[in-house]
Structure formats: C-alpha cells, structure tokens
C-alpha cells in the first residue's frame, strides 16, 4: 500500500520558533509538494520539488523554506513562525509525466501558532 | 478571478440522492481533469480523472467534463453516508508538476 506519512498529526508552536515539518514517501516518486489548507482558500502551493536538491517556489513560498537531501524525503521548513501560518499543512507526491495527474497525500498536519 | 471556481456548498442529500459537483475555470488550456475526495482529519485522494472532454463513469460515480462552457461535474448515484466528504475539483495543463490547480472543494453530506 502506498504511503506518504508525516511526521506529526498536530504541533503547536510559539511565535517566532523554528519549525520543521517532515514527509517521507515510499513510492520512489519523483515530484514531492508542500500545500497549506485553509478554510474557503482550498489547497495552496508553497513549494515543490521535481528531484532531489532541487524546488521551486509555489503560490505562497514567503516565510517558508525547504530541503530535500534524499529522494523520499521532503522537509518545510517556518523560519521564525507567525500567526498566520496556523493552517492544516499536507504533503503530496508524484510520479514525473501524465502520472502527475495522480498525487498521493498524507494525512496533514494541524500547526497552531500561538 | 481564481482559475478554478468551486461552490463550496455545504450540500446536504438524503441518502440515495444523486449528487451533482461542479466546478467551472478560466484556462482554455486546462487538459487533464481530475476530483479528490476527502475524508475529515484525512489528505485528499484521487477519485476520478479524465482527459480532454467527456464522460467518465466508475461504479455510482461519473465524470463530465465540457470544455466549450470550462465546466466540469462529478455525479454521484444512490449517495452514501459513506460519501460524505470534501470533493476537490481539480485540472492541469502540460507536463509540468506544479501545473496542478485546485478548486476550494465542496463538503458533502449524506443523511442516513
């Protein structure tokens, strides 16, 4: 069975702390994506990334970074969190080509940032 | 004006209604269609793909898609609690990754 995991179901966290959020999927998947969810604004692209050190900035890349040092991993990174990045944060993968039309997610991350 | 217009409802049906989705778009050059669905608490998954347009039926679910009007539906017969969820529109162009647009979703429920 076919799995993107994430590294925490639910976080919170404090204004201005370093967070990071961890994806790992098992598919051998080239395409790996980082989306925020949030209520009426439906899925948006923060980043993604077609191969291993490499990403390309999304819709909403500002106050975000990330690394993918390893094919089946792929790390968003909140430099110094804010309230406003409170939101459900879903990380999806892909195969290259028209398989792209599939992407498999995992299950989110509910962050609060108090 | 977003690329991808999706009411996002909510709808409430009895159960087995059929259930009409909807979403329209801006890009002409939208190819590859697709809806998740999503569980509560859960990421979305793929349900549904079609390319170009038409129908596409699987089980109770169809997907049409008309390009002439950039609108697309999904159709859901004899609904299912087990239905209830949020269903994304979603459509891409080209081979690029991130080419993928999605609607805001429709949260669905089916009422024993």
């Known amino acids: 069975d076919v799995k993107v995991t994430q590294s925490s179901r639910y976080l919170v966290k404090r204004t201005g702390e370093k967070v990071f959020l961890e994806c790992v999927q098992d598919m051998d998947h080239e395409n790996m994506f980082w989306y925020r969810q949030d209520p009426g604004l439906g899925l948006r692209l923060i980043y993604f990334s077609y191969d291993v050190k490499m990403k390309e900035k999304g819709d909403i890349p500002e106050g975000y970074s990330v690394s993918r040092e390893k094919k089946e991993r792929f790390s968003l990174i909140l430099e110094s969190a804010s309230t406003n990045q409170t939101s459900m944060y879903l990380c999806?993968?892909?195969?290259?080509?028209?398989?792209?039309?599939?992407?498999?997610f995992g299950p989110g991350t509910r962050l609060t940032v108090l | 004006q977003k690329e991808v217009e999706q009411d996002p409802g909510p709808l409430s049906v009895p159960e087995g209604a059929i259930v009409s989705l909807n979403c329209t778009y801006s890009?002409?050059?939208?190819?590859?269609f697709m809806w998740y669905r999503q569980y509560s608490r859960k990421g979305p998954e793929l349900l549904m793909y079609t390319y170009s347009s038409g129908n596409k039926e699987d089980g109770r679910f169809t997907a049409q898609v008309d390009k002439s009007s950039k609108y697309i539906s999904l159709f859901i017969r004899d609904s299912q609690p087990s239905d209830s969820a949020t269903y994304l529109c979603?459509?891409?162009w080209g081979a690029g990754a991130n080419n993928l647009f999605f609607g805001t979703g429709t949260r669905l429920t089916v009422i024993p």
């Open positions: 999806a993968s892909s195969p290259s080509g028209t398989g792209a039309n599939e992407q498999f």
């Open positions: 890009n002409s050059a939208f190819q590859y």
């Open positions: 979603a459509m891409r």
